[in-house]
């Protein structure tokens, strides 16, 4: 069978043997046709903390977990259509809290790491005079502008363009500086899996640096190398949420780093945080 005789991908992965995964052009990122967007990436991951199991020896673990953090760190460029291997394991078990550590590898490469904290779920009511900040979501994502995005769309078929849906609130892909915007992604990360709430939420997240840039994409790169996820209770919906702004180095000047940092929201509300550290540097082409 010829590439053009090849059926489209209708998934952000394809499993390969019994524990690989690999990346379709669904998963594509906007800096390199042949490496994932980091948010297909971190919904794979996140997937896999929520379908661990513990160790033979620790037991079956009947708790119902949350997942309350999900640091991931993009260690290298993660490649399309290459057979990847994950490993996931309980770093720490416990019965209120717990840690889970995901690998991918690209043979013996790592090229993705994920650590997670899970948090018991159980029932608390909460008493009438807690006191909690304003949720301000950013509207609903009937309120929000279908834009087009002008950015990374040279390659075809790619993730932001092909498999999520976005809906602007104030800002747009092509406006400098935060915005206010609701994800959804439109594709499943795995075939016949209707995506999780943690899932949809970090794979929205690591959107905020690109959609609230406040560099020219043509003359700089401004690329996260990890994500951080913060969630105080499961996403509900298929939309998320998010209101972020990014920050580069000391007022005008540039250390080289810089942070994207986002407040998320699901129909019900406040529904956590997330932050990516960023690497940024003039593009050689452009001097």
């Known amino acids: ?50 379908h661990v199991e513990m160790d033979s020896e620790a037991g079956q673990d009947a708790t119902d977990w949350q997942v309350a953090r999900l640091s991931v760190e993009l260690t290298r ?22 840690l889970v550590a995901v690998v991918l590898s690209d043979g013996d490469t790592e090229v993705a790491r994920a650590r997670a904290l899970r948090i018991r779920t159980v ?43 976005h ?23 795995v075939g016949g899996e209707e995506p999780s709430g ?24 401004f690329i996260n190398p990890d994500l951080t996820v913060h969630l105080i209770r499961q996403p509900v919906g298929e939309w998320i949420g998010m209101r972020t702004a990014s920050y580069y180095g000391v007022d005008d000047r540039s250390t080289g780093a810089g942070m994207a940092e986002s407040a998320l929201y699901d129909a019900h509300g406040r529904l956590g945080r997330s932050v990516q550290s960023l690497f940024v540097e003039p593009r050689q082409d452009n001097g």
Do not use: Y
């Open 198 to 221: 943690v899932q949809r939420a970090v794979a929205a997240a690591d959107f905020g640096n690109g959609v609230s840039r406040g560099l020219d994409a043509e003359r700089f790169l």
């Open 1 to 50: 069978m010829t590439a053009a005789d090849a059926s489209p991908p209708t998934a952000l992965f394809e499993p390969v043997g019994a524990d690989g995964w690999m990346a379709t052009e669904l998963a594509r990122g906007p800096w390199d046709p042949r490496h994932c967007h980091g948010g297909p990436v971190s919904a794979l991951l996140a997937r896999a903390v929520e």
């Open 123 to 165: 029932d608390v009511d909460l008493p009438a005079d807690t006191v909690q900040p304003a949720s301000d979501p950013p509207g609903l994502p009937g309120d929000g502008r279908t834009i087009a995005s002008s950015w990374g769309t040279e390659s075809g078929i790619a993730f932001h363009t092909h498999a999520c849906d």
């Open 77 to 98: 460029p993660v490649p399309i259509g290459v057979p990847l291997t994950l490993v996931t394991h309980v770093e720490r078990p416990g019965r209120k809290v717990s």
């Open 167 to 189: 809906r602007f609130v104030e800002g747009s892909w092509d406006e400098p500086g935060p915005v206010a915007a609701w994800i959804r992604i439109t594709k499943p990360v």
